[in-house]
């Protein structure tokens, strides 16, 4: 029997990383571009805001007009009416001050504005009560983006806060990478479609197909199931070649244990070079996972145990996604602090990957760990989310303050 030679976690995302490339930019109208990584920097072609404005309902004034002013001794100011929301702010002299709204123009002649809870109206005579410095309670025109700054990075995923930013600048459309294509298999003849309501003898439902596509959606990508391949040889690699032709990452679940019925590597050598770049991860759960570099294309070869083949996607099909959609840096996945529940033992050399479930108490939040065999999925919808025990430690102990990378 072949030994699996494995890689390190550590050295399997440097391999993604040299291995593959962002997809090509494509053209894409604002309001379609969430979730997608932008290709280009955008600069700003105006600043903003555009005018200095106030951030409270108030009176704007020149500071020097309420310099001491107290409640005992306040300032006296003559109101020369309101900037109304949208219009120019008429300009005042010494000894006058205008009302403004938040989000208000700043006339010209005022440089703060003194809070509405800080005056008293009498007439058209104002008392102010407070002092305030000059530019407080306002933002300066340009004080966010001048025009000609980076508005947005290279590789930046747009979100919401995004969208609306590149909304006020007038931006309607971007260059991002295009969405990643995802072609996903299950491999086995002991499979049949989740869809199924009754099982012959030996059977069971494919729950890998429908979980791990939704992960992929997640992840930022499109997705195609090919279906479940059988234990032929020739019909594996001939799906294979046609889904290969049309997907960005070509995904198998199933069928990269040691064995006499493992096709995934040989169809892997067969789908084009440069091919097998990794035969295996020191990890647990999710060591005897595959991956290829097939004609330029990622292809992944994941165990076929639901625990297992979830555990690898979210890290390792994870980056290649980011990879493809352009991500620059270090990829970011929510996570949160918690205090270790019970002793964990691990072996050194082996990065372990272990399920938790989080509960609140006064000291914050306790990490559970939740155990069972890779087969069982009670224990993937038990928990909230993973804690790694890095490969030079050989376990971690009860009480201590660990991170865990939430489950989404």
């Given amino acids: 029997m072949k030994l699996m030679r494995v890689t390190a976690p550590e050295d399997v995302l440097k391999i993604i990383d040299d291995n593959f490339t962002a997809l090509e930019s494509v053209e894409l109208p604002l309001e379609k571009a969430g979730g997608s990584r932008i290709s280009e920097p955008i600069i700003s072609p105006e600043d903003v805001p555009g005018f200095d404005r106030s951030t409270v309902d108030g009176f704007a004034v020149a500071a020097r007009e309420a310099f001491g002013a107290s409640e005992s001794i306040p300032a006296m100011l003559e109101s ?33 504005v003194v809070m509405v809870e800080d005056t ?49 600048l007038g931006i309607t459309k971007v260059k991002a990478h295009r969405r990643p294509l995802v072609g996903f298999f299950s491999s086995g003849d002991e499979l049949v479609d ?23 959606g997640q992840c930022g990508a499109d997705v195609k199931y090919g279906g479940i391949l059988p234990d ?8 294979s070649r046609e889904m290969l ?39 647990q759960p999710g060591k005897p996972t ?11 070869g994941l165990p076929g145990h639901p625990v297992s083949a979830l555990n690898i996607f979210a890290i390792f099909g994870r980056a290649i996604i980011e990879k493809l959609s352009g991500q620059v840096g270090a990829i970011y996945q929510p996570s949160v602090k918690a205090i ?3 002793n964990i033992s691990s072996r050194s050399g082996r990065t372990d990957y272990i399920m938790v479930k989080l509960n609140k108490s006064e000291e914050g939040l306790i990490a559970v760990p939740v155990f069972g065999r890779s087969g069982m999925l009670r224990t993937l919808s038990e928990a909230d989310g993973l804690l790694e025990v890095p490969t030079e430690k050989e376990g971690l102990s009860s009480g201590e303050m660990i991170e865990v990378k939430i489950w989404e």
Avoid at 194 to 215: C, V
Avoid at 257 to 264: I, M, N, P
């Fill in 232 to 239: 032929k040889f020739d019909v594996f690699l001939e799906k």
């Fill in 245 to 283: 032709e049309e997907a960005d990452l070509l995904v198998f679940s199933g069928g990269s244990s040691v064995g006499s019925r493992d096709y995934t590597a040989l169809t892997m050598k067969e789908l084009g070079k440069p091919g097998l770049l990794v035969e295996g991860i020191s990890i």
């Fill in 340 to 342: 270790l529940a019970r």
């Fill in 120 to 168: 008293d109206v009498t007439g058209n005579m104002i008392q102010i009560f407070r002092q305030v410095a000059p530019a407080e309670n306002v933002i300066h025109r340009g004080e966010d983006l001048k025009k000609g700054d980076t508005a947005l990075e290279k590789g930046h995923r747009l979100r919401a806060p995004e969208i609306g930013m590149l909304a006020s």
């Fill in 80 to 112: 020369v009416g309101e900037v109304l929301m949208g219009q120019a702010a008429p300009p005042i002299k010494k000894g006058q001050c205008c009302q403004v709204h938040t989000g208000g123009m700043l006339p010209e002649g005022a440089d703060a």
């Fill in 194 to 216: 989740y869809h199924n309501t009754t099982l012959e003898t030996g059977k069971i439902r494919d729950s890998n197909a429908p979980a791990l596509l939704y992960l992929a």
């Fill in 290 to 300: 595959l991956l290829a570099n097939c004609q330029g294309k990622p292809v992944l």
